[in-house]
């Protein structure tokens, strides 16, 4: 494992749920879906999971995958970040 990856506390190969939040709307769900599946190696299993807020008008999408690079890890946070539709990303 290279030193400035086992600095910072990952090892990989990992399981990594990755948090996104925007507005609930169904073109969110598509867009950051589309994201993060154009990004994950083909036949590598997503599981997403979603949680509205207390007034249905945020959307909370957890994708949890086998994050397989720092490289694809900021990849995916920096389309995930262009994007109008997303708020935040954890």
Known sequence: MDTTEKEKGFEFPCSYP???????????????SAIIERHVLNGSEIAYSSRTSSGDKYLSITATFTMESRDQMEAIYRELKGHHLVLMTL
């Open 18 to 32: 990755l948090k996104v939040m925007g507005k609930n709307s169904n073109e969110f769900y598509s867009a950051v």
